[in-house]
């Protein structure tokens, strides 16, 4: 049986749907908490999208015969609206978010209800398996559409779910893709039936449209700072891979389009790293004593959590400054984390204007995300306006140091973030001791430090967690700063 997640799964890759049917084993244990987070957001925006078909009933039922009997049951009622209907014929088998049933056309439309703010290619593949689907089981299709966030909406009081989302009619498109489907149902079949895992070339599939879980498995073999690291072109990666080369040492120079990774392979081909000792110099003179080393980590969701907010929008709810008043002064923490429930923007930007003075660089990696987080504190926070102005015309950004390939060293394999180059540069600093060890288990953590189903002790853990977490951001910039310092 192919399902419609398993033909997704065959679209981006043969081998992926083999292996989710035949090497269950191979799936990590636990979903990450970022991804989680994702799943119920999505799950949220769905229960939204149900609310602009008020007269609608669900027919989901975790068994699978069950399911199946209460869609057939709630179609035979004519209901306006049916959830999560579920549908079998042949080897097929679907579920849709959402049919309406039009009278006057006497058929059923299908509504797929997306998280994203605009359609996507692969919601058309969606759609268009879901039409065929359900026509081979009978019922009468009309128009297909997809349901997405509107990213121009801006919360005020009560969800809005007509303002929130969007739906848009994508029959047309969806119906050139038919026979294209049809072909790719056939194949995904026979994918089911191999014995042995199918053979597939990696290209840009295992991340391309979703993360591929089973990339430790499949790249178990492909050596380190391989072709696959310089991000090349389909097309590039290809020729290269046709010709034999595997190893960015065997490749042509010139083929990446990149500064960084061009410096990359040059270092990792010249054996030792590379500095430009004087642009570095240059990058450094723009920077003015006290340092004020800032990192927030930020809360973005779909469905906007405060009023005031459009969907997505990054908020930030905790930050970690490290003040350095003279080059060989002692290091000043300071830290906010937002830890009840509410928009913690108005105390964090408060508490920030305490501990940074008029003057001195504010320095941040990847500056530019600070940066917008104070333009978007200050239109809610007129009165910090001028304070948050400041700090943006102060902001000084190692990273494009890296970035620009002016420090490159093969270890941090053609990436400028601070995940990359602190092991090279700072290796007895790393993340490896922290129970929070990267910024997307951080955001995640922020609903459930306020979310109120946590124990004291509980709480008490995770706040201390996630400021572990922020703090290694600040120190670890600090240490890099004061090697770059030294060169
Ligand atoms: S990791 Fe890549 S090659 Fe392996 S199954 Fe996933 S998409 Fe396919």
Not at 41 to 65: I, W
Request: hydrophobic residues 40%; contains cysteine; proline residues 6%.
């Amino acid at each position: 049986m192919l399902t419609k997640t398993d033909f997704l799964r065959f679209r981006q890759c043969p081998r992926q749907l083999w292996l989710h049917k035949n090497r269950k084993d191979l799936l990590p244990d636990q979903v990450d908490a970022g991804k989680q987070l994702v799943f119920d957001n999505a799950f949220e925006v769905e229960e939204q999208a149900y609310r602009l078909f008020p007269d609608g009933a669900s027919a989901y039922d975790g068994q699978f015969g069950q399911a199946l009997k209460k869609t057939e049951s709630l179609l035979r009622r004519r209901l306006s609206a049916v959830f999560q209907p579920t549908f079998s014929r042949g080897q097929l088998f679907c579920r849709c978010d959402i049919l309406a049933f039009d009278p006057k056309r006497q058929v059923w439309d299908i509504y797929e209800v997306k998280s994203s703010t605009d359609v996507k290619e692969e919601h058309l593949y969606d759609l268009a398996f879901q039409d065929i689907c359900l026509r081979e089981a009978g019922l009468p299709v009309g128009r297909l559409h997809i349901i997405h966030i509107n990213n121009q909406y801006v919360r005020q009081g009560e969800i809005d779910p007509r303002q929130l989302l969007k739906t848009v009619d994508r029959t047309d498109e969806a119906r050139t893709l038919t026979k294209e489907v049809e072909r790719g149902i056939k194949s995904g079949l026979e994918v089911l039936k191999l014995v042995g895992e199918p053979e597939v070339r990696i290209l840009k599939q295992c991340s391309d449209p979703y993360d591929c879980p089973f990339i430790p498995y499949c790249w178990r073999r492909i050596p380190d700072h391989s072709v696959y690291d310089m991000n090349l072109a389909e097309e590039k990666l290809r020729e290269m891979l046709d010709e034999g080369i595997m190893l960015i040492q065997d490749m042509p120079d010139g083929l990446a389009t990149r500064v960084i990774k061009r410096r990359y392979a040059e270092a990792l081909k010249s054996g030792k790293p590379l500095i430009e000792a004087e642009a570095i110099r240059t990058r450094l003179a723009d920077m003015r004593y006290p340092l004020h080393f800032l990192d927030y980590e930020t809360y973005s969701a779909p469905i906007p959590p405060f009023d005031g907010y459009r969907p997505y929008q990054q908020i930030p709810f905790q930050y970690s400054l490290d003040v350095k008043r003279l080059p060989d002064a002692r290091l000043e923490h300071y830290e906010f984390l937002a830890a009840e429930p509410g928009d913690p923007v108005p105390a964090l930007s408060a508490a920030l204007a305490q501990v940074i003075g008029p003057k001195g660089s504010i320095v941040s990696w990847n500056a530019a995300f600070e940066a917008g987080r104070n333009e978007e504190m200050a239109v809610r926070q007129p009165q910090l306006r001028g304070f948050l102005a400041s700090v943006n015309s102060r902001m000084f950004d190692p990273m494009m140091i890296f970035r620009d390939g002016e420090y490159a060293d093969a270890g941090f394999r053609g990436s400028a973030s601070l995940k990359a180059v602190l092991p090279v540069l700072v290796p007895e600093l790393s993340y490896g001791d922290l129970a929070i060890q990267e910024g997307g288990t951080a955001a995640a953590s922020w609903p459930k430090l306020v979310g109120g189903t946590l124990s004291p002790e509980e709480k008490e853990q995770l706040y201390r967690d996630m400021l572990a977490y922020c703090g290694r951001d600040t120190l670890a910039m600090v240490r890099i700063v004061e090697i770059l310092e030294k060169i």
